[in-house]
């Protein structure tokens, strides 16, 4: 038995845990869970535990479902709730044929191949993402509303900030999870919030994303709230987004700092930005999974719409935050909390890596404010603009073969069906906009 299989059962042992759930996401994202009896642990680590894939977005037809649960043990974290007192663990969980193979539809196991691309180019991608969110009040029968609990803005306290109980609550199970919290504050929307949890490399991210996400919710409801990680839930005001901060490391030393390079960024860095800001358009359907991904992108919000790069400036879709060293990065604001991380994380490092084997030139910064520019200051600039909706980003993504190759084949297909079925129906639908606007005129 390998040492952190070993490891884990030492912690069930020491915490008395009963029960283990054993979790992984479909392609869209959304945390799947099989909970076993400890019993079962040492068969769920050898990787002897079947499911029916057939019954998961994206995975595989029914006359192919059999299919294998392989918990990572590092991953293994106690939930720090204890439901009727009987403590219950987690493992995350990677996804394998019958023959063995890992299944080419799992985005865990995604996100692992294109790292293997980076270490072979000598680099390890840290990531840093800031995943907002709004808490929304339920009805008297429990029905999620859009009502907000607060009218707070932007780092408010309480009285005006009356999710903050909750929010402490949500930092408070993260740290008993493990996370090291940075900071935690209400942000610009009313009922708005974030918290910012250390960085770590993109795999580990990944997992922290999925489990924040599922703790925030869980919290939530206890506060008799609703958290959710819709990009735009209100007309009017702000949306939700996922800022992700990003560096490559060669070794120990981070690959993007250059002491006497202009801005003090490596080409590495120049380069990694060249591709994000190359591949922007093409991996936008991946960053920005939701039609209602597209009613944050628009002008008027500070959403980052214009593909360009900057120092501080947080116009552009790029940033550079000022802290330089170990610390360098890049700031990436497209992404929405809405995304799959492990396939958002996965065209990331793709786009990034692509620009640095191509040496892809990110242009000069744009230090100005891009929102009060006019459409021909930006044409002039060559400032280039995301896809204004899920069709055109499909539609984008279908033509960029770097970031198509940043998925697999099977996950490709798959997404894109979904997501044009989703579009089609969307099409069709009658909205309350349409009856508002029409139906007392014509």
Not at 104 to 124: D, H, Q, S, Y
Request: charged share 25%.
């Amino acid at each position: 038995m390998s040492t952190k299989k070993k490891d884990v059962f030492e912690a069930v042992e020491r915490h008395n845990v009963r029960f283990v759930r054993l979790q992984f996401t479909d392609i869209m994202g959304v945390v799947k869970n099989v909970a076993i009896p400890v019993s079962q642990l040492e068969k769920a680590l050898e990787g002897e535990l079947m499911f029916d894939g057939s019954s998961i977005e994206g995975f595989v037809r029914i006359e192919e479902s059999d299919m294998f649960l392989r918990p990572d043990p590092s991953t293994f974290t106690v939930f720090p709730w204890k439901p009727n007192d009987v403590t219950v663990a987690r493992l995350m969980c990677d996804v394998y044929n019958p023959d063995g193979e890992p299944f080419e539809g799992c985005p865990r196991n995604n996100l692992k191949r294109v790292i293997k691309e980076a270490e072979k180019m000598g680099f390890t991608m840290n990531v840093g993402p800031e995943a907002e969110f709004f808490l929304f009040l339920r009805d008297q029968n429990g029905s999620v509303t859009t009502k907000t609990h607060d009218q707070g803005s932007y780092f408010d306290l309480s009285p005006v900030d009356l999710g903050e109980n909750a929010r402490r609550d949500m930092v408070l199970t993260l740290e008993q999870m493990g996370f090291e919290i940075e900071a935690s504050h209400h942000e610009v929307a009313p009922g708005q919030h974030e918290i910012d949890f250390k960085h770590a490399d993109a795999l580990t991210a990944a997992d922290n994303l999925i489990t924040f996400k599922f703790i925030v919710r869980i919290i939530a409801q206890r506060h008799d709230l609703h958290a959710t990680f819709m990009p735009k839930p209100l007309f009017g005001e702000y949306g939700s987004g996922m800022h992700t901060h990003q560096s490559l490391f060669a070794g120990k030393k981070n690959a993007f700092y250059d002491p006497d390079a202009p801005y003090q960024l490596s080409e590495t860095a120049m380069h990694y930005m060249g591709g994000l800001l190359a591949h922007a358009r093409g991996m936008t359907a991946i960053t920005n999974p939701l039609i209602n991904s597209y009613k944050r992108l628009v002008p008027g919000y500070e959403a980052p719409i214009h593909i360009a790069w900057s120092e501080r400036n947080r116009s552009p879709l790029v940033r550079v935050p000022a802290r330089r060293g170990v610390g360098t990065r890049v700031e990436l604001r497209s992404p929405d909390p809405s995304c799959n991380p492990y396939l958002a994380l996965s065209v990331m490092l793709k786009a990034g890596l692509d620009g640095i084997k191509n040496k892809i030139d990110p242009g000069e910064p744009i230090n100005r404010n891009i929102f009060a520019m006019s459409e021909k200051e930006r044409e002039k600039l060559g400032i280039g603009i995301l896809p204004k909706d899920l069709k055109e980003a499909l539609d984008e993504l279908a033509k960029d073969e770097v970031i198509k190759s940043a998925l697999s084949k099977h996950i490709y297909e798959h997404f894109v069906e979904a997501k044009r079925t989703e579009w089609s129906l969307y099409q069709a639908r009658v909205h309350g906009w349409e009856i508002d606007q029409y139906i007392s005129v014509y």
